[in-house]
């Protein structure tokens, strides 16, 4: 088995957004950390710029125009919380690309995982709208491509950043061929993502939304993750699983209110890769937030070593929490092995 490969692309460190929390720092933060500890032995690539055609798969022609052509002009602010600089097409491009890149290496390549370290961030960004620092859906490319490329039937996404990836949520809706669970915090931006939302027509059940409060730490994510999410991947049997990874769950993060620690996240990676060599199925990372530089790249770290270690990874043992028990009872209906 090959060793694990990363894509990076320096276009990332193009996409200049000033004081904005999410900045190139982030990604310096990220890579001097992986590089101090010789990339932890992963495969380091440089991702190629996704395709027309590739992005074309989850947003209209348009929404790639206007993004081009507000580049092409300096750039600009798109909403509140979204600009563009001149660089940023480019960065945005290669990050796709680099969520493509990641499925063809984990299809083609016989590689077990890898992992796509890139901004801007992509999971709030809708079919035709960028918003919450995203232009194009990384994971969501990356999913549709492994659907429409190389013909799988089924695929996980598993995103554990503290907002709900309203974007990924609204391009995978009423298909039953991605499986989109996630946790968020809720209340919080961008507002939705009920635990009431469980998809539409074909795709009924196949949206998962585990919304926690604010304070929620370790022990509430691991539960989840152990406790719904492991049960339900067990059930559908994707045969591609790609975790939307934020960091901003972390205690530190300055934009939520979760407690989530490094070890928190190396748990929730341990129980997903555990998943994944279960299944026998190979597993991608696609970075989305995280906007405290220490606990970022920290958690970075302690992510992709558990994925990329040899042999399966010891899972975490936690109780239930209440609020996953919930959750099992709600999607009882859906799916029989949490009934
Ligand atoms: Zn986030």
New binding site residues.
Partial sequence: MAVSVLFRHPSSLEHDTGAHPENARRIVAIERALSERDWLGWDVRESPAATRQEIERVHPPHHIDRIESLCRRGGGMIDMDTLVSEGSFEAALHGAGGAVAVVDALLDGGVRCAASLHRP?GHHAEPARAMGFCLFGNVAIGAAHAIEAHGLARVLIFDW???HGNGTAKIFHDRDDVLFCSIHQSPLYPGTGPASDVGSGAGEGFTVNLPVPGGSDDAVFLSHVEHVVRPLARQFAPDLVLLSA?Y?AHAEDP??GCRVTDDGFAGMAASMRATADELGVPLGLVL??GYQLGALSRSVVASLEVLGAAGTPPVPEVALDPLAEQAQERLAAYWSTLA
């Fill in positions: 961030p950043d503290v907002h934020g901003d934009l939520a989305e937030g």
